[in-house]
């Protein structure tokens, strides 16, 4: 185990370990809350806690209510180092079972909680620090998608050839880690209203974001990034000049490696570039409600304008079926990529980011492309006990060429968060119910016909988008939850 928690440090493709309930620690009670005490959780939140005893009683399914006390704090519990210095929060977040902050990961894994910051001054004093941590981050170097609380560790990948800086674990460009954290300052604004956050260090950030964005629109050349790891197995970027494989200029923002922290295909990713369209439109509106005197909101708005224009221009492809989706990736030279990937932003899970509503008509035949096994990462399988499962993947456990089929448990979860069906999100809730090994947390991903081959058990991300995930049900659909 220790070997594999060792490798799963890269995110990228690997042996899934193989972990058999019995050799799991059961308490005499299966039910029996798998939460740490409550001495050692790393952080607790009062209205958290509240809400978690407010909701499960609403859940008709006992083990369904189980799983919902185990992951919603799961970020909460165990991922969370909080201090004070200097006078102001400052809060660092890993994943996990990797002990670095993702600019992604840590912003999704509070995503849930925001709301309750109106009513717990603590959590958020907590988010705060989280917002001035991952500024300070993207001002010490906005290409990089992960970094480490201390700057004098050295990273796993520091012979990668980039500029890697004291204090990134990885330097993997990848758009959405500039449009998450975005979307999580937008939001504790939305809540809080509370502008001490936003001082001069967060402007210079987020100035910081936009310029890399337009860099990486490569108008004028080949932009400021570039990156090259040697691989056994396959290269992790074009290796002819560390830029990346070829394309053609669209207005549209070049991301070198996805959401996954896999290499690109395409250098036009189209869920990332649409999550930037609704980040920098979010940017834009604070600044103005900020008061902020620069001309970065009006930036952000032309910017977010002129991705939009491109992606329709040149990210809407044919669908093997007929009629017309977004495509995966583009590359603007007339090759696209259809396919979906369960990790967050993608197509599925567009509206979930602010980008259309879900019952556009596009949308709607994107997502019935991406929910199909049309796309080469969708798969199906039994339980051994006869339970049905079915969903997105990813090449970052399945391999490019989907030879090693897993499911992850997050593109179930996003299926669910984007339905308007209640037969299908009960259907969803059936193969989380089913799949989650009897370790009571959500996984990384999970052999469709045995589920106790998984990967990643303490995935922190996965567990709190499932918490996200019923309590949304509880909010806006709770006949779902009180049963058929």
Same mark, same amino acid.
């Given at each position: 185990?220790?070997?594999?928690?060792?490798?799963?440090?890269?995110?990228?493709?690997?042996?899934?370990?193989v +972990?058999?309930?019995a050799?799991?620690?059961?308490?005499?009670?299966?039910?029996?809350? *798998?939460?740490?005490p409550?001495?050692?959780?790393?952080?607790?939140?009062?209205?958290?806690?509240? $809400?978690?005893? *407010?909701?499960?009683?609403?859940?008709?399914?006992?083990?369904?209510?189980w799983?919902?006390?185990?992951c919603?704090?799961?970020?909460?519990?165990?991922?969370?180092?909080?201090?004070?210095k200097?006078?102001?929060?400052? &809060?660092?977040?890993?994943?996990g079972?990797?002990?670095?902050?993702w600019?992604?990961?840590?912003?999704?894994?509070?995503?849930?909680?925001i709301?309750?910051?109106?009513d717990?001054?603590?959590?958020?004093?907590?988010?705060?620090?989280?917002?001035?941590r991952?500024?300070?981050? !993207?001002? $010490?170097d906005?290409?990089?998608?992960?970094?480490?609380?201390?700057?004098s560790?050295?990273s796993?990948?520091?012979?990668?050839?980039?500029?890697?800086k004291?204090?990134?674990?990885e330097?993997?460009?990848?758009?959405?880690? $500039?449009?998450?954290?975005?979307?999580?300052?937008?939001?504790?604004?939305?809540?809080?209203?509370?502008?001490?956050?936003?001082d001069?260090?967060?402007?210079?950030?987020? *100035?910081?974001?936009?310029?890399?964005?337009?860099d990486q629109?490569?108008?004028?050349?080949p932009g400021?990034?570039?990156?090259?790891? #040697?691989s056994? *197995?396959?290269?992790?970027?074009?290796?002819?000049?560390?830029?990346?494989?070829?394309?053609?200029?669209?207005?549209? !923002?070049?991301?070198?490696?996805?959401?996954?922290?896999?290499?690109?295909?395409?250098l036009?990713?189209?869920?990332?570039?649409?999550?930037?369209?609704?980040?920098?439109?979010?940017?834009?509106?604070?600044?103005?409600?900020?008061?902020?005197?620069?001309?970065?909101?009006?930036?952000?708005?032309? =910017?977010?304008?002129?991705?939009?224009?491109?992606?329709?221009? /040149?990210?809407i492809?044919d669908?093997p079926?007929?009629?017309?989706?977004?495509?995966?990736?583009?590359?603007? +030279?007339? /090759?696209?990529?259809? %396919?979906?990937?369960?990790?967050?932003?993608?197509?599925?899970?567009? #509206?979930?980011?602010g980008?259309?509503?879900?019952?556009?008509?596009?949308?709607?035949? @994107?997502?019935?492309?991406?929910?199909?096994?049309?796309?080469?990462?969708?798969?199906?399988? &039994?339980?051994?006990?006869?339970?049905?499962?079915?969903?997105?993947g990813?090449?970052?456990?399945?391999?490019?060429?989907?030879?090693?089929?897993?499911?992850?448990?997050m593109?179930i @979860?996003?299926?669910?968060?984007?339905?308007?069906?209640?037969?299908?999100?009960?259907?969803c +809730?059936?193969?989380l119910?089913?799949?989650h090994?009897?370790?009571?947390? %959500? /996984?990384?991903?999970?052999?469709?016909?045995?589920? @106790?081959?998984?990967s990643?058990?303490?995935?922190?991300?996965?567990?709190?988008l499932?918490?996200e995930?019923? +309590?949304? =049900?509880?909010?806006?659909?709770?006949?779902? =939850?009180?049963?058929?």
């Open positions: 185990m220790q070997k594999w928690l060792a490798a799963s440090q890269s995110r990228c493709w690997f042996s899934v370990a +972990l058999g309930v050799s799991l620690t059961m308490a005499a009670d299966p039910l029996v809350s *798998r939460r740490p409550v001495e050692k959780r790393t952080f607790r939140s009062e209205a958290v806690d509240a $809400l978690i005893d *407010r909701v499960k009683p609403t859940i008709a399914d006992p083990e369904l209510a799983l919902f006390e185990n919603f704090a799961n970020t909460l519990d165990t991922t969370v180092q909080f201090e004070v200097d006078g102001k929060p400052d &809060t660092f977040v890993i994943t079972d990797i002990p670095a902050l600019l992604r990961d840590s912003s999704a894994q509070m995503q849930p909680f709301a309750l910051c109106k717990d001054a603590k959590l958020s004093q907590m988010i705060a620090g989280l917002i001035r991952q500024a300070a981050c !993207i001002r $010490l906005p290409y990089a998608n992960a970094f480490f609380k201390d700057a560790e050295i796993h990948w520091k012979t990668d050839l980039t500029l890697m004291p204090g990134v674990h330097r993997k460009w990848e758009l959405d880690s $500039l449009c998450y954290p975005i979307r999580l300052a937008h939001q504790y604004w939305a809540v809080t209203h509370d502008a001490t956050v936003f001069a260090d967060w402007r210079a950030a987020m *100035r910081m974001a936009v310029d890399t964005m337009v629109q490569r108008k004028t050349g400021a990034y570039t990156f090259w790891r #040697p056994r *197995r396959r290269p992790t970027t074009a290796p002819a000049d560390m830029f990346g494989p070829p394309f053609k200029v669209t207005g549209m !923002i070049c991301s070198n490696f996805r959401a996954s922290d896999d290499v690109a295909t395409y036009f990713n189209i869920p990332e570039n649409l999550f930037a369209v609704a980040s920098l439109r979010q940017l834009a509106d604070m600044l103005d409600e900020l008061k902020d005197t620069s001309d970065l909101a009006k930036r952000s708005r032309t =910017l977010s304008d002129e991705v939009e224009a491109a992606v329709l221009a /040149h990210g492809v669908a079926g007929g009629g017309k989706i977004y495509a995966y990736e583009v590359d603007g +030279l007339g /090759h696209s990529l259809l %396919m979906d990937d369960a990790n967050l932003p993608n197509l599925t899970s567009l #509206p979930y980011f980008y259309k509503t879900v019952d556009d008509p596009l949308y709607q035949r @994107t997502r019935a492309f991406a929910q199909s096994p049309a796309n080469p990462f969708f798969f199906k399988g &039994t339980t051994e006990d006869g339970s049905p499962t079915e969903g997105v990813s090449p970052h456990t399945s391999g490019p060429k989907a030879l090693n089929p897993m499911i992850w448990p593109g @979860t996003a299926r669910a968060m984007t339905s308007n069906d209640d037969a299908e999100i009960r259907r +809730l059936a193969m119910k089913a799949t090994a009897g370790t009571g947390f %959500m /996984h990384e991903s999970f052999a469709p016909s045995k589920p @106790t081959r998984f990643r058990e303490w995935f922190a991300w996965a567990n709190t499932f918490g995930l019923i +309590l949304k =049900l509880h909010n806006e659909r709770p006949g779902v =939850l009180k049963g058929p």
